[in-house]
């Protein structure tokens, strides 16, 4: 199961929500991600929790209230379910502060063990263009992975292109042209610069997870 706290940093009835229909439970979604973690724990499946942008309610009062040391006590309990958990962040998770429901700033008890991602190579995005667009031929499939590994913000270039837009907006460089292969416009060389930093990620589980998409 995945879900993105970017998303739903404003909505912590959201998040469950998005959690609940990935199950195939039924009835209405929990109203705590510990009610959540006892009806996951009544199966037999291997779950692994993945939670992309977690640094964005670290830090920062501006969350629902829902983000508070229960929740960081209930991931941390995941380990002692069975279940794993898989949190994306742009940096290390550390001694960051959140906000209690009582409105107290405290310092964050969830306990992770951060591991670097290397950064993915050119054969690597092609390999998952390839199987993501296999519509494309070999020249468009080479000529996006080295505009994906150069491009200064690639995951939201990468959405506009899987979503076929033909005018991606290129950031700002020498050029504000977009050359448009297949269904996919991708930024040119000369408007793309250093590759993303490496994203880090802190695992907590009863039991290695897989890697997500």
């Known amino acids: 199961m995945r879900a993105d706290l970017k998303e739903h940093r404003y909505s912590f009835a959201g ?6 229909d990935q199950t195939d439970l039924t009835g209405r979604s929990p109203r705590t991600l510990g009610d959540l973690v006892d009806a996951l724990a009544t199966g037999d499946r291997p779950i692994c929790l993945l939670l992309h942008h977690f640094d964005a309610i670290l830090g920062t009062p501006d969350l629902d209230t829902g983000f508070d040391v ?3 006590d209930s991931l941390n309990a995941l380990k002692n379910r069975g279940l794993s958990l898989l949190c994306i962040t742009r940096r290390a998770h550390g ?4 906000m209690a429901r009582s409105g107290e700033r405290r310092v964050s008890t969830l306990v992770l063990e951060p591991e670097e991602l290397a950064p993915l190579s050119q054969a690597d995005i092609r390999t998952e263009l390839d199987r993501c667009l296999p519509s494309l031929d070999a020249d468009d ?3 996006l992975a080295d505009s994906l590994l150069r491009h200064r913000h690639p995951s939201p270039f990468w959405a506009m292109c899987e979503d076929g837009s033909r005018t991606a907006m290129p950031p700002r460089g020498p050029s504000t042209n977009a050359c448009t292969i297949g269904k996919i416009a991708t930024a040119p060389p000369s408007a793309v610069a250093a590759p993303a930093l490496p994203m880090l990620s802190g695992c907590a589980s009863g039991s290695s997870p897989g890697t997500g998409p």
């Open 15 to 20: 998040l469950l929500d998005t959690l609940w």
């Open 70 to 72: 229960a929740f960081l």
């Open 95 to 98: 001694r960051y502060v959140m």
């Open 141 to 143: 499939l080479d000529l």
